[in-house]
């Protein structure tokens, strides 16, 4: 079954044949590959995929031309790193955010709108598992299409329901205890999420721009939410070797406002 | 059982006798109450919270003196914000990325070192619930009983197992899949750490100043660990009143760096 | 005369009954103080100011209770610091940049709009020193009171004229090199602005909020301006204990956006 | 002469044979060149630069395929950001924000090290204008020739005095109002700006890492300076589109460290 959990797995620390593998140059040179027979080649030789059956997550395996790679196995969201997104990127600080102050836990319900790559959909999967699930709503059907392979992909489509819809007159799904919105016009979503929540649920929003946010904050707050926060979380890598500490000097500047609210009960129902 | 999934606990959608409930005026005034005989007071009066028991989350209640107060079911973390928290407060922000980085999730075997108040380690928790296991090393024996608390409170207390002992000589467990490092000498860890992990197993660690971000990743390097990253997080909160959209004047400036590394096995492991 | 170069002024570099003195604690305790008989009390105990005479700027004085000060002779933006300033702040951050992004320089003629407690209008003259001209206009006769008198205690008076006006049907200079708009409605200025500008003139903006950044924008667009650029600036203050080196927790986290543009003249005038 | 002010010379708003002019496309594709006969290419076609004689600043050009280009008089900095720039580059945000804080004005004396394009050293030239002077020492010659012809070419070199020489043992002149130090190893200089410096005069470094910025700090706090601030700016650029506000995608991370420090006399001089 595809959500056994990792420690599982871990208990046979060996790589199998079929087993995805994260291979691992450095932080810009990075692959998942698939353990099968055949040549992994990279910009410095190749190797045999299947040199590395029995050997253990963690080592390293030598190319043709000398190059170490590290074998690792991957995270979800190395597997999800190796998504083609053709949508708007979401960077881990902002996933890992949203995840985190919706307070996704195993057993919750929880609604997206914009499936794009599956990316999110992923990690929300991920946050919900073994027992929650995850609803998400596409309106493209090729976007639909690779999401869901990008899903399987990555080991979630048991926790997943893929909905080739527009939402905006209402989720086949209620009591949702979370609703993720990425899209352009987060705002047009609003109502329907007002009905699919729980009393209290979360919803949270990601809007590029500001006249995004301040289109989608004033639609929360009509339409029944009290918003906990609107942020953005700017993110610097740094240099670590020894003596020459600093940050580096490119960065990403800008991502995505992210919005958190919850739902009100009218005053008239409490 | 303290750990059944929020979803279940929706099913009854009504406050009960007994419940923890978020009460909230704005993001600066939240208050985590007990429903029970007695009188909730604020500055802006103060009201019985017997009075809540039927009620619906997410409803407002009404004080004495005229002050709405939402009525929400609090997600672990508003529990984690009502810690006493003598130690070094690590925020949403770097705790949200950390869990995401490491690829916590369902089944994760978990080691931390510096207890503190129980905030990451109730974040740990969730992300490895239901079926993984925190452990947890503080050698200040008060501030392990108020974690212990803490982490009960917050309703994770059977995910968690408590030692007080220092684990630089080598943690209990072995076969960890994570293990996370919050205290003010991460380097002393280092080789436990690498010990106590399977393969290609991450360690986190999170310091306040370059110096000790730069001690951690020599000790990473020499260590037999790869870092995958070291990064500072800036989050910035935004008033989204209309027309009127701009980045609050004060933030938060720092809390501490985020180190990301994997166990490397020794090439002639391979 | 007010406007003699540091330099001559620096040839004697003893402290002389009269003259203003920057009295410096720390970051957070500084005060400006005219040498002249009495004392001057800080919360660590007090001094006879007179005692100051004959010394040399650089040195440092101890107080009755036994705290050193140090003395030094003020930078101009050090009597700034000291204005009261009931309006909006503008930091040394966005001050400097502007000014450096606009090329102020001896010799020009700049115009401000919205002359406050005084602050930018000082450090607009200091730019243009010692052959260019500051006119600044202000509606509020007590605000501009209160700027005449900072701007002469900084020393600037010579170079700044002052007019109690609004300025939206007409600046009365013409073949101005450089405007600069620091008022509530910016884009109110920008066609006056224009007409006041020689071909290719300067103008900076500055906005606390996003949507009066996207107001100005357009009004300058249509307005027969260029914008180069607008930029926020965000500052960061570092503890540079050895060993502990780190960001303040604290921090600025927005004052203002700051949008430089230049005057283009129509296409058929060219 | 050189360093007329830039109001005379708008007095005669026309472009002139021998003028250096500014050609601006947008933000990334804008170029300095001398009007001389001869024609001026772009990717988007040319013209005659000789065609521009006679027009006024501010106006604009058609190449012979159509392209628009506006016609600006240079700002110092834009000549400057025309340099071959072979070293550590500083931003104006770093550049504007030293010389307000140095509070350089008409009339200072002051000493920079590291000349390198000669970049700064024209940015500290106009701040000193029209009395003041700059002594600028560089240690490799070919560094100091390209600076000169640099500051040559900007019309700051009557404002300027170079050096082909380190002065860790000491500077050829005293009395300075200001040390501006931008190499590798700044606290190698901190002695000699000390005996410089008139009481009370300032010194600003540069640094790009941690590591230096440390031990810049030590070396000023032993070598008797009182260090007032040690920063750094991060500046955002953003795209200005009417209902497409947002930052950009990309910015600059990370330049440099700025130290501004100020020299005290020992107890005993006082």
């Known amino acids: 079954m595809a959500l056994q959990s990792r420690r599982v797995s871990a208990l046979s620390r060996e790589i199998k044949l079929g087993d995805r593998v994260l ?7 990075k692959w998942i590959a698939k353990v099968e027979p055949g040549r992994f080649h990279t910009h410095r030789g190749y190797f045999e995929l299947a040199e590395l059956v029995g ?4 080592g390293s395996i030598r ?17 999800v790193e190796s998504f083609d997104r053709p949508t708007q990127i979401l960077y881990p600080k902002d996933i890992g955010y949203a995840l985190f102050q919706l307070g996704i836990g195993n057993g919750d319900r929880v609604l997206e709108v914009g499936t794009g790559s599956g990316a999110l959909t992923s990690a929300l999967a991920r946050g919900v598992a073994p027992d929650g699930q995850v609803f998400t709503y596409e309106m493209r059907p090729e976007f639909l299409r690779a999401a869901r392979a990008n899903v ?4 979630f489509g048991p926790l997943v329901t893929f909905h080739n819809e527009d939402p905006t007159e209402g989720f086949e799904e209620k009591e949702a205890d979370a ?27 990601f809007t590029p721009t500001i006249n995004q946010l301040e289109k989608l904050a ?3 707050r009509e339409g029944g939410f009290m918003i906990l926060e609107a942020v ?7 240099k670590t070797e020894a003596g020459k500490i600093r940050p580096e000097t490119r960065m990403i500047g800008h991502t995505a406002y992210v919005t958190i609210a919850r739902k009100l009960l009218p005053a008239s129902d409490v």
Chains 1, 2, 3, 4 share one sequence.
Do not use: C, H
Request: hydrophobic content about 50%; overall charge positive.
């Open 179 to 205: 609703v993720v919105v990425d899209l352009g016009d987060p705002w047009r979503m609003v109502a329907a999420a007002w009905r699919a929540l729980i009393g209290g649920g979360l919803l949270a929003g």
């Open 63 to 79: 190319t043709s031309m000398g190059q170490n790679l590290a074998v690792f196995k991957p995270r979800a969201l190395d597997i």
């Open 23 to 29: 291979l691992y140059q450095d932080v810009r040179r």
């Open 55 to 58: 050997r253990e997550y963690g």
């Open 232 to 238: 953005e979380l700017l993110m610097r890598e740094f």
């Open 218 to 220: 004033v639609a929360l």
């Open 152 to 155: 399987d992909k990555a080991g």
